[in-house]
């Protein structure tokens, strides 16, 4: 996971960034709007698409609070209403007729336009679409003709999801089905709905502000970037101008066609970002509701540059209130007052079978199509030490995560019942040599590398001990760290490249598969072992199709290319059997074959660690999380308070003016941004305390 620490920090470290360009305006200065809670969320936030969340624990964390789904879970793992008011379920099996009608609530996306029974209808029809690529296409498939869609056997029009009215959606399904656990499935962020006019603009519409709006208790505001031009990356997967003639003027005319070669770029890197709050949220503004009716908080405010002996200090001074998932060199040290929860997401390597490893011939060779191979790199890794060194996450013993419910009952999961112990996921070194030589492999001749994120030090962490291992036997492995650029691409509604978005890199090289083997925190789109295990059957994959010959094309397998007749049809049994109690066996079934086969290595259950101060509520509560509300927590911020707020602010104060010529010497802070117009030089203190109207607001006794 990448490092993503939840602290309340109302120091203007992060404020003077964030609100530079809108601060100044007197009336809004006198009006109290409400808190301002500095949250350290993560040190990244590139894309806050929820479709294209479950790569990362951290991306998923940060979306619920934005974007709200049609039911959620409670701390007890059962199912409540979220965005649905009410449903009915209307049956004649003498017709074949099985239908869901959902009543939507009232409540407003962050543009107070009405969330609507289309903007479902529009979310879950972009899944299914035959040419897109979401692993949780398979969540809908018990809906009618929504696996002929993404099969390309029939028209997305012909999927049976109806907007009946503004706030009723009517689902038809192809027979009986087990109702509850098809609502389980609507928890899942990948379901939320979206709105057409905003996504249907391109592909990048969920990285900035004025491109986004949000359905959930909290909206971007602002995004703030700096950029290090010590890293510089490769990027093969973007856009070049190409001239291609001439106007009637004589003047040469462009245009961004995909590039022919790599360029380098320099590595450009998010310092802060604003959640603000979603005023509309469940709020009737015609009614002159107050502001903080359903969201408490004004704006979660994150600096993403402090580090972590600043975020230490902080806390130690009682100004950072709240540290989640703790920072990895502060681990073992807060160990004795953190809370240690179990994750829903499991550190997972994927092995791309397609692709052509070097082995000094001249085209290379699919080492990882062979199973002795993908058998042996496992076997070589230490999973505990892996785990002591992360600290805050268990060896893996399987592939499904903690958390994940046996089959639909919340009392027990899924490990729990789990008693196999998998002999490839055991560390022996002497039997992975063993293999690889039956195998007819000398390791030696074979040079690969592991792409992972470089702003994750967990992921970096675990990525070297990997590579560590894995040229124990004799391969030549390299970590490959892929980081974040200024986009590139272009962007047809304005003519133009955006310059305010980042390109992150390693998404892009998971998403194209242009990756050899790639580290990623694989998260369970719902608490059910379905989502988990299903995307590995050719059929319920979700990857897109080739449909430039509509008379020629064919099912695509898992992104790493495993494709198993044995487990296909294993996976169609599960899905054929609507007794969803009745899967647990063949559940457990599947996810041994996965590790026999081992197309993906698990390393880690990841867990996450936090430290909270009592100065800290939520509503009349104090903060705490219990193990299954940490899954789904879309709105667990919405009534965040801190006790003694004024004093608290004193606080902050006195710690920012205590750290300010560190923060502003910061390479990669934004205060470089700030410098005194008369002398060109960084303002000081003083300075700084005059000409920012936000630190009149916050601090007025000052």
Known sequence: MMKRILALLLCLVTVLAV??????????????KGQYLTMYLTDSLYDLDPANAYYNESTINVISLMFDTLFTLNDNGKVKKSLVKKYTIEEDPNADEYTMYLELAETYWSDNTLISANDVVYAWKRILDVESSYEAAALLFDIKNARAAKEGECSIDDVAIFAEDTDLLSIQFEGPIDYDHFILNLTSLALAPLREDIVGKGSDWAKKPATMVTSGPFKLSRVNFSENSGTIYSDINY??????????????????????????????????????RNSYYYRNSEEEEALDKSVTP??????????????????????????????????????DVAVVEDSLSTHTYFLNENAYIDDGTETGSQLFANKSVRQALSMAIDREAI??????????????????FEADSAKSTFREKC??????????????????????????????????????????????????????????VTVNKRGTIPNNDYYKYTESVPTDICDDLYVEDLKN???????????????????????????????????????????????????????????????????????????RNAEAILMEDMPVIPIIFNQSGYVVSDQLKMGNKFLFWTTKSCYYYTN???????????DYLVTCESFLASKYDTF??????????????????????EEFKGESSTYSYLFPQS
């Open 664 to 685: 502003k010497t910061n390479p990669l802070s934004y205060f470089n941004n700030f410098v005194n117009e008369e002398t060109r030089q960084p303002m000081t203190y």
């Open 513 to 587: 598969g242009t990756y050899e083997v790639i580290a990623l925190d694989y998260c369970a789109m719902s608490v059910d072992p379905f989502s988990v295990l299903a995307p590995f059957a050719k059929a319920f994959s979700g990857q897109g199709m080739d449909m430039t010959d509509p008379e020629n094309y064919q099912l695509t397998p898992h992104s790493t290319g495993y494709d198993s007749e044995e487990y296909n049809s294993l996976m169609e049994t599960i899905f054929a059997e609507k007794n969803i109690a009745a899967r647990a066996d063949n559940y």
């Open 239 to 276: 856009d070049e101008s190409v001239n291609v003639g001439q106007d009637s003027q004589g003047d040469p005319i462009y245009e961004y066609l995909p590039a022919t070669e790599p360029s380098n770029f320099r590595e450009q890197l998010i310092n802060s970002f604003v959640l603000e």
């Open 19 to 32: 609100f530079a360009g809108c601060a100044g305006n007197d009336s809004d200065a006198e009006e109290d």
């Open 298 to 335: 004004y704006q979660i405010i994150v600096d993403c540059s402090m580090s972590d002996e600043d975020i230490k200090e902080a806390y130690e001074q009682g100004t950072i209130l709240y540290i989640g998932d703790v920072p990895l060199s502060l681990r073992n040290e807060l160990s």
């Open 636 to 646: 667990i911020f919405t009534k965040a308070s801190v006790k003694g707020y004024e």
């Open 387 to 404: 785990a002591t060194s992360v600290v805050y996450a268990r060896a893996a013993t399987g592939l499904v995560p903690y958390g994940v």
């Open 419 to 476: 008693t196999t112990n998998y002999e490839n996921l055991t560390t022996n070194v002497d039997k992975a040599k063993s293999l690889l030589s039956e195998a007819g492999i000398d390791a030696s001749k074979y040079s690969f590398s592991i792409t992972v994120a470089t702003y994750d030090e967990v992921h970096c962490l675990i990525a070297e001990a990997v590579a560590e291992a894995w040229n124990s036997l004799g391969f030549n």
